[in-house]
């Protein structure tokens, strides 16, 4: 995504504007895709909604982990600030509540990811941005095969709300909530992967 960690433009446009739009109009053109399937986590899930609502002729389905734009962003600040004051203890804390408990060693596999994550967080700044909701009218315009996986012990997104503004506007959403489900929901791959070959 421009102006996030990894080989991007060194900007960050505003949410909400263009630039991201047109950025997957350049991105689809450029691999010859008229039509796509969109996978989308958390900010990644705002920017396929964002492009779903604006060119749903070019999203044959959506599939949403958490995403972000649909129920209200929750205020974290709140509960990392005492902890980021405790050091390498407040960190695997606040850790735990957008990924969940720590259970045991990393598998091998998921290591290079936990790396990557650690190496973000350690070498750029974060966005301190309200992420814009999606009115009801934009949700409305979703009228594709649409699954959203929502976690309920999720810290930075209201599930709820995100759970019943889908089911209120796009009707056809399959939303599956996790009630013991983060922020981050592993595992989550064999779902995705049935949902997009039921895609016609």
């Not at 060194?10 to 109009?25: F, I, K, N, S, T």
């Not at 649409?146 to 759970?163: C, E, K, P, Q």
Request: hydrophobic share 45%.
């Amino acid at each position: 995504m421009p102006g996030d960690a990894g080989f991007s433009a060194p900007v960050r446009p505003p949410l909400g504007a263009d630039a991201y739009v047109l950025w997957l109009d350049e991105l689809f053109a450029a691999l010859g895709v008229e039509r796509a399937a969109v996978v989308g986590v958390s900010l990644g899930g705002w920017l396929a909604l964002d492009y779903a609502t604006r060119r749903p002729e070019r999203v044959r389905g959506l599939a949403l982990l958490c995403p972000a734009g649909v129920g209200a962003q929750k205020n974290l600040l709140l509960k990392a600030a005492p902890l980021l004051l405790l050091g390498a203890y407040g960190r695997r804390k606040l850790g735990e509540l957008v990924y969940g408990p720590t259970r045991g060693e990393v598998p091998a596999v998921a290591r290079p990811l936990v790396e990557f994550i650690r190496l973000i967080s350690t070498s750029t700044r974060p966005r301190p941005i309200r992420i814009p909701i999606f009115p009801d009218e934009a949700l409305a315009r979703l009228t594709m095969p649409l699954l959203a996986v929502v976690g309920g012990r999720d810290v930075l997104i209201d599930s709820d709300g995100t759970r019943r503004r889908l089911a209120a506007n796009c009707p056809q959403a399959r939303i599956d909530d996790l009630p013991d489900g983060y922020h981050v929901l592993p595992g989550q791959g064999g779902v995705i992967h049935a949902f997009l070959k039921a895609i016609p």
